[in-house]
């Protein structure tokens, strides 16, 4: 074992497991479509998820219309814009950034970062993306059923999620529970195989602590959402039991438009507690793949090794396990008992000090760096001013007593879309830049990659920093129209329509972004097999894009620890992982 | 450079933004000014850290981005260095979670003189009832709920009969004393909310959430519905006038107890309903 994580070995224990044998495809489906090659299930899941994703990007722009020009629009009623709102919120949430970061991102880059031929299950991850296919179907079904989608929110909280006063109550709600368990099970399947692929098919010398941030950040929020999901399971079993089967988990005896009802004995803040079990822990399931991955595009592209990386390791952890115990921070005002609020606000709040620790050693490891200025670090830039920003104000939201007056308005609508939107999205959109090339053997456009940048930083900026001084005002979200109150001047319905305005036109640079996908495929630059000189083993394959099996007749053996950038008397200002250590000096010390 | 100037631009604007925000929190009516001086703390603090850490890698991008010939210096770690940050965030984060703390022990405790009050919610109107001349409100059951009885009030509890029972009507109260708002909802959850009280609380089928205030001026507030209801959510609307001591007994006099209303409306019932029960 390695004590100091960032000195190079020439010791490197055998292998736990040894190499094993996969099943290569026979015939063009079993190549393309279904396929047990972890790549290309990871280009499944993100082409999947990308085009749903651009569902929810239209139901934004709809949202914002709506919002920004109340009234000019006479196909946006009350109905549909709830409905754009709960679909939007939970499309992007599950369907896009968890599958994205986890069966993209985690199902391409775990097997070649850590120097194994593929994922040890690969036929249930093969079976994990076509659930997960199975999932999205069903929820986008809700649009062509009568009554179309829900409109309980992406919260879904009952009563009103299954009542009659709320749209989508035929089929909408059904469908998007059902879609709901489908896609936990799916997850569960695909998180299995990365949890079990980082513990045991680690390459020879491929130490825990060797392991870039990237695969850190996955790998824990992937732990993360094994045990977070089967909240969200049970609560949508159950809330599928309460809208078909008529049974009372979470009804209490109530009157709906004065009709007495036959539910009776249910709580509805026991759905909360469950939600929110899952809910918050999501947060952190989308955050730290981002804060692992963008740790080593700043790594790379400073030319600097990450600062502090012990200490990055822990803070993941630390968080990882702290994100457990912060949930009811979503339900300060939801009527729990208020001691509660005690509780979970002194949890909340110890979770941003090692949040801090990772924002710190994020611009330190810029700090004398050889700062590069690639569309990546652009990207890696933008994430850091907009995740302080959502972080700081999770600081506000956290506090139990400054959340009574901001929760339910527009600032939290503001501070998760920065936190946990533009923030992560920010990452994706990086790591596309970065790993684009070794999927696909050739570089994107960059100036079109800048153009790109700076549209969706600024322009995200300028919607959502703004959006959180209407919550301060005092406009609360979910509202189709804000109407008249003595509160409201005419200059919030101005921002309204700025914020709008602008969301378009980052919406469009999204469309744009999307032609550059297509047209780099075949007009990029082509990239060679490691385009930015980097250290750690996808890098280093024998051909681009790698093969079924990833790595040849032979399986690389690791070395050193991820982040050799700018070593000291060494030749080049990276060292690739599997480089064996060129001298040994007298004292024993391996350079 | 140019990106280096932007970062620093960002950082800038949001602190201008701040300053110089049209959007600002309305004018307070409560006794809640601890909250807001807890959000000003908070502003103070996250604000220099957000722009300290800003500027910071802007002024990075700036003095170290690529040139030909730099080489990143080589530095895996600072123990040091990381235990201070780590301690100074820590210092931080107390700095608003003591007096966040401390304001939510006062939020969360009722003085013994608070008067109740009750507001009750349903798809998509705001109920409210106040306790008759002996000052207690009687029990309440959703089973109860009928045309006649839209509250649901419990017509054998004697405490019930004086109550002050004002079917989406506005709520008045009295200026300068706490009052206990108890909540109640008979179909989903919704949220009784005037942003200048700053308090607010869910109300929720099922059970009775409550907060407590004392209202500091006097004026007419829009109350409005902060937990999505359902398809008419934003249209959920009443409001809320706080008067003097003398003008708000005049209102409570002109105001209909629930026996008066229940005896009236049975009445008419009687009469109207074709074989009567």
Same mark, same amino acid.
């Given at each position: 074992?390695?004590?100091?994580?960032?000195?190079?070995?020439?010791?490197?224990?055998?292998?736990?497991?040894?190499?094993?044998?996969?099943?290569?495809?026979?015939?063009?489906?079993?190549?393309?479509?279904?396929?047990?090659?972890?790549?290309?299930?990871?280009?499944?899941?993100?082409?999947?998820?990308?085009?749903?994703?651009?569902?929810?990007?239209?139901?934004?722009?709809?949202?914002?219309?709506?919002?920004?020009?109340?009234?000019?629009?006479?196909?946006?009623?009350?109905?549909?814009?709830?409905?754009?709102?709960?679909?939007?919120?939970?499309?992007?949430?599950?369907?896009?950034?968890?599958?994205?970061?986890?069966?993209?991102?985690?199902?391409?880059?775990?097997?070649?970062?850590?120097?194994?031929?593929?994922?040890?299950?690969?036929?249930?991850?093969?079976?994990?993306?076509?659930?997960?296919?199975?999932?999205?179907?069903?929820?986008?079904?809700?649009?062509?059923?009568?009554?179309?989608?829900?409109?309980?929110?992406?919260?879904?909280?009952?009563?009103?999620?299954?009542?009659?006063?709320?749209?989508?109550?035929?089929?909408?709600?059904?469908?998007?529970?059902?879609?709901?368990?489908?896609?936990?099970?799916?997850?569960?399947?695909?998180?299995?195989?990365?949890?079990?692929?980082?513990?045991?098919?680690?390459?020879?010398?491929?130490?825990?602590?060797?392991?870039?941030?990237?695969?850190?950040?996955?790998?824990?929020?992937?732990?993360?959402?094994?045990?977070?999901?089967?909240?969200?399971?049970?609560?949508?079993?159950?809330?599928?039991?309460?809208?078909?089967?008529?049974?009372?988990?979470?009804?209490?005896?109530?009157?709906?438009?004065?009709?007495?009802?036959?539910?009776?004995?249910?709580?509805?803040?026991?759905?909360?507690?469950?939600?929110?079990?899952?809910?918050?822990?999501?947060?952190?399931?989308?955050?730290?793949?981002?804060?692992?991955?963008?740790?080593?595009?700043?790594?790379?592209?400073?030319?600097?090794?990450?600062?502090?990386?012990?200490?990055?390791?822990?803070?993941?952890?630390?968080?990882?396990?702290?994100?457990?115990?912060?949930?009811?921070?979503?339900?300060?005002?939801?009527?729990?008992?208020?001691?509660?609020?005690?509780?979970?606000?002194?949890?909340?709040?110890?979770?941003?000090?090692?949040?801090?620790?990772?924002?710190?050693?994020?611009?330190?490891?810029?700090?004398?760096?050889?700062?590069?200025?690639?569309?990546?670090?652009?990207?890696?830039?933008?994430?850091?001013?907009?995740?302080?920003?959502?972080?700081?104000?999770?600081?506000?939201?956290?506090?139990?007593?400054?959340?009574?007056?901001?929760?339910?308005?527009?600032?939290?609508?503001?501070?998760?879309?920065?936190?946990?939107?533009?923030?992560?999205?920010?990452?994706?959109?990086?790591?596309?830049?970065?790993?684009?090339?070794?999927?696909?053997?050739?570089?994107?456009?960059?100036?079109?990659?800048?153009?790109?940048?700076?549209?969706?930083?600024?322009?995200?900026?300028?919607?959502?920093?703004?959006?959180?001084?209407?919550?301060?005002?005092?406009?609360?979200?979910?509202?189709?129209?804000?109407?008249?109150?003595?509160?409201?001047?005419?200059?919030?319905?101005?921002?309204?329509?700025?914020?709008?305005?602008?969301?378009?036109?980052?919406?469009?640079?999204?469309?744009?972004?999307?032609?550059?996908?297509?047209?780099?495929?075949?007009?990029?630059?082509?990239?060679?097999?490691?385009?930015?000189?980097?250290?750690?083993?996808?890098?280093?394959?024998?051909?681009?894009?790698?093969?079924?099996?990833?790595?040849?007749?032979?399986?690389?053996?690791?070395?050193?620890?991820?982040?050799?950038?700018?070593?000291?008397?060494?030749?080049?200002?990276?060292?690739?992982?599997?480089?064996?250590?060129?001298?040994?000096?007298?004292?024993?010390?391996?350079? | 450079?140019?990106?280096?100037?932007?970062?620093?631009?960002?950082?800038?604007?949001?602190?201008?933004?701040?300053?110089?925000?049209?959007?600002?929190?309305?004018?307070?009516?409560? %006794?809640?000014?601890?909250?807001?001086?807890?959000?000003?703390?908070?502003?103070?603090?996250?604000?220099?850290?957000?722009?300290?850490?800003?500027?910071?890698?802007?002024?990075?991008?700036?003095?170290?981005?690529?040139?030909?010939?730099?080489?990143?210096?080589?530095?895996?770690?600072?123990?040091?260095?990381?235990?201070?940050?780590?301690?100074?965030?820590?210092?931080?984060?107390?700095?608003?979670?003591?007096?966040?703390?401390?304001?939510?022990?006062?939020?969360?405790?009722?003085?013994?003189?608070?008067?109740?009050?009750?507001?009750?919610?349903?798809?998509?109107?705001?109920?409210?009832?106040?306790?008759?001349?002996?000052?207690?409100?009687?029990?309440?059951?959703?089973?109860?709920?009928?045309?006649? %009885?839209?509250?649901?009030? %419990?017509?054998?509890?004697?405490?019930?009969?004086?109550?002050?029972?004002?079917?989406?009507?506005?709520?008045?109260?009295?200026?300068?004393?706490?009052?206990?708002?108890?909540?109640?909802?008979?179909?989903?959850?919704?949220?009784?909310?005037?942003?200048?009280?700053?308090?607010?609380?869910?109300?929720?089928?099922?059970?009775?959430?409550?907060?407590?205030?004392?209202?500091?001026?006097?004026?007419?507030?829009?109350?409005?519905?902060?937990?999505?209801?359902?398809?008419?959510?934003?249209?959920?609307?009443?409001?809320?006038?706080?008067?003097?001591?003398?003008?708000?007994?005049?209102?409570?006099?002109?105001?209909?107890?629930?026996?008066?209303?229940?005896?009236?409306?049975?009445?008419?019932?009687?009469?109207?309903?074709?074989?009567?029960?």
């Amino acid at each position: 074992m390695v004590d100091v994580p960032y000195e190079a070995t020439v010791d490197v224990p055998p292998a736990e497991v040894a190499d094993v044998e996969l099943y290569h495809p026979k015939s063009w489906w079993t190549q393309y479509v279904f396929s047990q090659d972890a790549k290309v299930i990871a280009i499944q899941y993100s082409l999947t998820a990308t085009a749903i994703g651009l569902v929810a990007l239209v139901l934004s722009w709809l949202m914002r219309l709506q919002l920004g020009f109340p009234g000019t629009f006479s196909f946006i009623d009350a109905n549909q814009y709830l409905q754009f709102i709960t679909m939007h919120g939970m499309i992007m949430v599950i369907y896009l950034l968890t599958a994205l970061f986890l069966g993209g991102f985690g199902n391409y880059l775990i097997p070649l970062m850590v120097g194994a031929r593929d994922m040890v299950f690969p036929y249930v991850n093969m079976l994990s993306y076509w659930v997960y296919l199975l999932a999205v179907i069903v929820l986008a079904s809700a649009f062509f059923v009568p009554g179309g989608p829900t409109g309980a929110g992406w919260t879904l909280y009952p009563p009103q999620a299954i009542l009659s006063g709320t749209p989508g109550q035929d089929w909408g709600i059904i469908l998007m529970l059902s879609s709901l368990i489908l896609f936990i099970i799916g997850f569960t399947m695909g998180g299995l195989n990365y949890v079990v692929t980082v513990l045991q098919a680690r390459t020879r010398g491929m130490t825990l602590m060797r392991l870039p941030l990237t695969v850190w950040g996955i790998f824990t929020a992937t732990v993360m959402a094994l045990l977070a999901f089967p909240a969200l399971f049970v609560a949508s079993v159950m809330m599928l039991f309460d809208r078909v089967l008529g049974t009372s988990f979470f009804m209490p005896a109530l009157v709906e438009m004065g009709q007495q009802m036959k539910y009776g004995g249910g709580s509805p803040i026991l759905f909360q507690h469950l939600f929110w079990f899952f809910g918050h822990p999501e947060v952190y399931i989308v955050a730290l793949p981002a804060f692992g991955i963008v740790s080593d595009l700043i790594s790379t592209h400073a030319r600097k090794n990450i600062f502090g990386y012990r200490m990055m390791v822990w803070a993941i952890v630390a968080i990882g396990a702290l994100s457990f115990i912060v949930w009811a921070h979503h339900m300060y005002v939801s009527g729990m008992h208020p001691h509660f609020g005690f509780f979970f606000a002194t949890t909340t709040l110890i979770i941003a000090i090692p949040t801090a620790i990772k924002v710190y050693n994020w611009v330190l490891t810029l700090w004398r760096g050889d700062i590069h200025l690639t569309v990546p670090m652009l990207f890696a830039l933008g994430f850091i001013i907009t995740f302080v920003n959502g972080g700081l104000t999770g600081l506000f939201l956290g506090n139990v007593v400054v959340d009574v007056p901001l929760s339910d308005t527009m600032f939290v609508v503001a501070h998760f879309h920065m936190v946990m939107g533009v923030a992560p999205i920010m990452v994706v959109l990086g790591a596309i830049y970065h790993w684009y090339p070794k999927v696909t053997g050739r570089m994107l456009n960059e100036a079109l990659g800048k153009l790109h940048f700076w549209v969706t930083f600024l322009g995200a900026y300028l919607i959502f920093f703004p959006m959180h001084y209407l919550g301060l005002l005092g406009v609360p979200r979910r509202y189709h129209d804000i109407g008249e109150a003595a509160f409201l001047t005419p200059s919030v319905h101005t921002l309204n329509a700025f914020m709008s305005v602008v969301a378009l036109i980052v919406g469009l640079a999204q469309i744009l972004f999307l032609f550059n996908l297509v047209w780099s495929l075949f007009k990029g630059k082509a990239s060679g097999g490691n385009p930015w000189r980097a250290t750690t083993l996808e890098w280093q394959t024998p051909e681009t894009p790698p093969g079924h099996g990833n790595w040849g007749k032979e399986l690389p053996v690791v070395y050193r620890w991820a982040y050799d950038y700018s070593v000291p008397g060494a030749p080049e200002d990276f060292i690739p992982q599997n480089q064996p250590p060129a001298r040994r000096t007298a004292q024993g010390a391996a350079t | 450079m140019v990106v280096a100037v932007i970062l620093l631009l960002v950082a800038i604007g949001s602190v201008l933004f701040h300053i110089y925000s049209p959007w600002w929190w309305t004018p307070i009516a409560t %006794n809640w000014s601890y909250i807001d001086h807890t959000i000003n703390i908070t502003f103070w603090i996250t604000g220099v850290v957000f722009f300290a850490v800003i500027a910071f890698m802007a002024y990075c991008v700036f003095r170290f981005h690529h040139k030909e010939g730099r080489q990143a210096h080589y530095n895996p770690e600072n123990k040091k260095l990381e235990w201070w940050l780590s301690i100074g965030t820590a210092i931080g984060v107390a700095a608003m979670l003591a007096p966040g703390l401390f304001v939510w022990h006062q939020f969360v405790t009722v003085p013994a003189d608070a008067t109740e009050v009750e507001v009750m919610g349903q798809q998509w109107q705001w109920s409210f009832r106040l306790p008759g001349k002996d000052g207690r409100m009687g029990t309440t059951d959703v089973r109860n709920i009928s045309p006649e %009885n839209p509250m649901g009030l %419990n017509r054998d509890d004697p405490h019930g009969q004086d109550d002050v029972v004002i079917e989406s009507g506005e709520l008045h109260l009295p200026v300068g004393k706490p009052v206990k708002v108890l909540l109640r909802s008979v179909d989903v959850l919704h949220d009784f909310y005037v942003p200048e009280f700053r308090a607010k609380m869910d109300m929720v089928p099922g059970m009775v959430t409550y907060f407590w205030m004392t209202p500091i001026r006097t004026g007419t507030f829009d109350v409005l519905c902060a937990e999505l209801c359902g398809a008419a959510h934003a249209q959920m609307r009443s409001k809320v006038i706080v008067e003097e001591d003398a003008e708000y007994h005049a209102w409570l006099e002109q105001q209909k107890t629930f026996a008066e209303l229940s005896g009236r409306t049975a009445v008419t019932k009687a009469t109207y309903r074709p074989g009567g029960k």
